[in-house]
């Protein structure tokens, strides 16, 4: 059973088009990331949510975090082809350790 | 800096054979953490270590040992690989307090035949 379950799992849209992503869970989080990884590399940190109901901006990308803390999700406005990976949330679970969603993958076509 | 690396980055293992991935982090991180990763299950986290010394037991860890050789290197071991164990392999490391934040390296991907 995953502890987060991203959706959707596979997504692939035109240029310029918006996107959310989504990354829902039954248990409460003290922080939730987002990492995004590119074919034959390890994921890299976008940003980290804290605060139950949170905003963070990164360029086009806009990360939320739920009132509950139980959920996040990720908009992308005028996708580019540049934007094509696999996106990754993970929340703190306990002292340290991570658990991670399975996964996004999106593609962008040109 | 070279951030987080890990060696090898391809490896094929029969079945029963023993293997050890190594990795190093010179961000003088104190947590350092061993993933696999397969198709439709994102990150799994097999063992970490929150300092020099010290080892925990991740999600996934049967099959699989690790050292702490130092503030910078830990490494992983198979002792007799399975088909099961092959995967990537993520070797990651963080600083010890707030949101835990990781670094990750580029990978092993390992193939058990």
């Known amino acids: 059973t995953q502890l987060l379950e991203q959706s959707p799992q596979f997504l692939s849209i035109q240029e310029g088009e918006n996107l959310t992503v989504y990354c829902n869970s039954s248990?409460?989080?003290?922080?939730l990331q987002w990492y995004r990884q590119e074919p034959g590399e390890g994921p890299v940190l976008l940003v980290t949510?804290?605060?139950?109901?949170e905003v963070k901006k990164l360029k086009r990308l806009t990360f939320q975090f739920g009132d509950a803390r139980k959920d996040s999700s990720l908009h992308i406005t005028a996708a580019q082809t540049g934007d094509t990976g696999l996106y990754l949330c993970?929340?703190?679970?306990?002292?340290?350790?991570?658990?991670f969603g399975q996964g996004t993958r999106l593609t962008i076509n040109p | 800096n070279a951030g987080v690396t890990q060696t090898p980055k391809f490896q094929v293992l029969k079945t029963g054979q023993s293997m050890t991935l190594q990795c190093a982090q010179d961000?003088?991180?104190?947590?350092m953490y061993w993933y696999r990763q397969d198709p439709g299950m994102g990150l799994r986290l097999i063992y970490y270590?929150?300092?020099?010394?010290?080892?925990d037991k991740g999600e996934v860890p049967n099959g699989y040992n690790v050292s702490r050789l130092n503030k910078r290197e830990f490494s992983l071991r198979l002792e007799s690989a399975a088909p099961s164990q092959t995967s990537v392999y993520f070797c990651?490391?963080?600083?010890?307090?707030?949101?835990?934040?990781?670094?990750f390296g580029p990978g092993t991907r390992l193939t058990v035949t």
């Open positions: 990651a490391s963080s600083v010890p307090r707030g949101v835990y934040e990781q670094y």
């Open positions: 248990s409460v989080f003290s922080s």
């Open positions: 949510v804290v605060t139950g109901g």
């Open positions: 993970a929340g703190v679970q306990g002292a340290q350790k991570l658990v």
């Open positions: 961000m003088n991180h104190n947590s």
């Open positions: 270590s929150a300092s020099e010394g010290t080892t």
